[in-house]
């Protein structure tokens, strides 16, 4: 296929198909009109390649309040990394432009890296610079010029406002109407002499960032702690380091689930699956394999279908009949985002996940490329290594849902639980099975879990049921679901109640809010589950994310943030700190949770752990 660029310079009488012509068209009218846009906003654009024009751009525009700015990266390897461009490491990623709009002149350097070097950053006094996805922009600056500098991000403050980190491009539709070429957006930017409308692109994106802050800053007046807590991440989040892979292990585990795959699909094929991917053949297999107990509950689609979603097949592994299937499913999702891709998206062996700060919709952090959040409980944690010469600590905030919860909900029982050390899950056991704590046994305790983590948003029987398949391993049948989901809220009677409030407040509301910074989630639908699950997530989300804006401050000299997984913070250091960072770890997380509740018991609440390998922090 002709690239976008490329077809520009084409002759009429050589331009490909007739309906590629209509796409691209459609293309070079959008960038037409984005070059019309900045000529309405009087906007003067600058290609600078030397070091000591640049220097000059930013002199003239010193007394500027803010200046917008964005980047344009490009792969530093040929071939390219797959990852290039992308991942914030110079042996990967090269900065092509920087670019930066002056509101007060309507001026827009565009200036080109790859001629001018870095030296000129240092010799710069840098204003205010607007981002949108500063995270982005700042982390490929920190890796040529190791330099905070001062920032604002239309990106957070779209997330605090309106909620959800939206694209510049996005935002732009919404807010103007301004549509821009997702073709310049994805055109071969290492290309030697840029095309004029990839230029225009380039300044597009700093002006609109400058034009857009001021709305935003306005309509942030109700939600500015939550905003200035998303900002303090911006650079902590930045900094944190890659962790390693140990590629043999995972070679070895690799093998393995395609063997266990090919013997799943052998199976199958036994059972009439000629195609274990296909939806149908999936559901026909459910529908003349499942034992009756589950088939009258299982979960099913708008059509009335049997569900074959990744999430719900992975009851399946626990049930004989369909095991199989089960996984099959799981394994096959395993290797498709945790197998051979790691490999070629590494540097060296190098995993470079990406945290978005406040992308789910709770305020919690999401990851990709890969998603740490959402690996095997077994056999994978242990292929997880820090850098080269240090050691992992890790300081886990223990059942830290059902502390948030019972602090909002003012719930004694399960305070007064953790003031005297006893143990819940034991105790919510004791109320299910009318047994003494002592004579739990295991499997009763990870049903009460179960139970414990699965109803804090009020979930139903039904959910209850697979929830407790699904991450405890533990089955049971409807009626015992609903059984137990009464104990649970006869047991924590002033949780019930807050449950309640928490509902009737959100659809007061149209909102309901964190308790620390009030980041809030809207509501069009679902208000009954969301409304008891964000006042919960979003605080035990801030906790964490003031231990690692202290943690990231007060760490001592060779010692790195790598990752955080919900209630888990991950540091490496060299093995002469460990005693050190563990000491500072525990401190700086549990002054985060007394920050929110000064008045919480904290017996318990932290566990630190130092090991080779991420599985030896468990």
């Known amino acids: 296929?002709?690239?976008?660029?490329?077809?520009?310079?084409?002759?009429?009488?050589?331009?490909?198909?007739?309906?590629?012509?209509?796409?691209?068209?459609a293309e070079i009218e959008a960038a037409r009109t984005l070059r019309q846009w900045l000529l309405d906003q009087g906007v003067e654009i600058e290609l600078i390649v030397t070091g000591d024009r640049a220097i000059e751009f930013m002199e003239a525009a010193a007394s500027a309040p803010f200046m917008g700015a964005d980047l344009e990266t490009i792969p530093a390897t040929r071939p390219p990394h797959p990852r290039g461009g992308l991942i914030a490491d110079i042996r990967?990623?090269?900065?092509?432009?920087i670019q930066f709009f002056n509101p007060q002149t309507r001026a827009c350097a565009v200036i080109d890296m790859t001629r001018t070097g870095h030296a000129w950053l240092a010799r710069v006094q840098w204003?205010?610079?607007?981002?949108?996805?500063?995270?982005?922009?700042?982390?490929?600056?920190?890796?040529?010029?190791?330099?905070?500098?001062?920032?604002?991000?239309?990106?957070?403050a779209h997330r605090v406002i309106y909620g959800g980190n939206v694209p510049l491009a996005s935002l732009a539709s919404n807010t103007i109407g301004l549509s821009i070429s997702k073709a310049l957006q994805t055109s071969d930017w290492?290309?030697?002499?840029?095309?004029?409308?990839?230029?225009?692109?380039?300044?597009?994106?700093?002006?609109?960032?400058?034009?857009?802050?001021?709305?935003?800053?306005?309509?942030?007046d109700q939600n500015r702690d939550a905003y200035s807590l998303l900002h303090a991440l911006v650079y902590p989040v930045l900094r944190q380091a890659p962790v390693r892979l140990d590629i043999e292990n995972h070679s070895e585990l690799v093998s393995r689930w395609d063997r266990e795959i090919a013997s799943a699909e052998t199976k199958l094929r036994e059972g009439g699956v000629s195609k274990p991917g296909s939806t149908q053949q999936r559901q026909k297999y459910l529908e003349q394999h499942l034992p009756t107990e589950f088939l009258v509950d299982w979960p099913i689609t708008e059509t009335g279908q049997l569900s074959t979603k990744s999430k719900d097949l992975e009851i399946a592994e626990h049930i004989d009949g369909v095991r199989e299937l089960g996984i099959y499913s799981k394994l096959s999702s395993y290797r498709a985002n945790l197998g051979p891709k790691l490999i070629e998206n590494s540097i060296g062996g190098d995993l470079f996940p990406s945290f978005s700060i406040a992308g789910a919709a709770t305020g919690r952090f999401t990851c990709r490329e890969p998603?740490?959040?959402?690996?095997?409980?077994?056999?994978?944690?242990?292929?997880?290594?820090?850098?080269?010469?240090?050691?992992?600590?890790?300081?886990?905030?223990g059942q830290i849902e059902l502390r948030v919860a019972a602090q909002l909900a003012d719930e004694d029982v399960i305070n007064d639980a953790y003031a005297n050390g006893a143990d819940l899950h034991r105790q919510m056991a004791a109320e299910i099975t009318h047994k003494a704590p002592a004579d739990i046994t295991y499997e009763e305790r990870q049903m009460a879990k179960a139970a414990n983590f699965g109803l804090l948003y009020g979930a139903g029987a039904e959910t209850l049921r697979i929830y407790a398949a699904n991450s405890y391993g533990v089955q049971m049948g409807i009626d015992q679901a609903r059984e137990i989901k009464a104990v649970f809220h006869r047991t924590y009677p002033r949780l019930a109640e807050w449950q309640q409030e928490?509902?009737?407040?959100?659809?007061?509301?149209?909102?309901?809010?964190?308790?620390y910074s009030g980041l809030r989630r809207h509501f069009s639908d679902d208000v009954y589950t969301h409304a008891m699950n964000h006042p919960v997530q979003s605080t035990a989300w801030e906790i964490l994310a003031l231990a690692i804006i202290e943690m990231d401050k007060w760490m001592p000299p060779g010692c790195v943030i790598t990752h955080h997984i919900h209630d888990e913070m991950v540091v490496?250091?060299?093995?002469?700190?460990?005693?050190?960072?563990?000491?500072?770890?525990?401190?700086?997380?549990?002054?985060?949770?007394?920050?929110?509740?000064?008045?919480?018991?904290?017996?318990?609440?932290?566990?630190?752990?130092?090991?080779?390998?991420?599985?030896g922090l468990k």
């Open 502 to 515: 928490a509902v009737s407040d959100a659809n007061a509301w149209g909102f309901s809010a964190s308790k």
């Open 127 to 156: 204003p205010t610079l607007i981002f949108h996805n500063a995270k982005f922009d700042l982390g490929q600056l920190w890796q040529v010029f190791q330099r905070e500098l001062p920032f604002e991000d239309t990106m957070l």
């Open 1 to 25: 296929m002709t690239p976008f660029e490329d077809f520009l310079m084409l002759p009429p009488d050589q331009r490909p198909d007739k309906a590629l012509a209509k796409s691209i068209a």
């Open 371 to 397: 998603n740490l959040q959402n690996i095997p409980r077994q056999g994978f944690k242990n292929l997880i290594l820090p850098p080269h010469g240090k050691v992992f600590v890790g300081g886990d905030l």
């Open 190 to 220: 290492s290309r030697e002499r840029l095309l004029p409308e990839q230029v225009d692109y380039a300044a597009a994106d700093a002006v609109l960032a400058a034009t857009l802050w001021p709305y935003l800053d306005s309509a942030l």
């Open 92 to 97: 990967v990623t090269s900065i092509r432009l």
């Open 572 to 615: 490496a250091c060299l093995p002469e700190q460990v005693t050190a960072v563990s000491e500072l770890l525990a401190e700086v997380l549990t002054a985060a949770f007394l920050k929110i509740f000064p008045a919480a018991p904290t017996r318990g609440l932290i566990e630190v752990k130092s090991a080779p390998d991420w599985s």
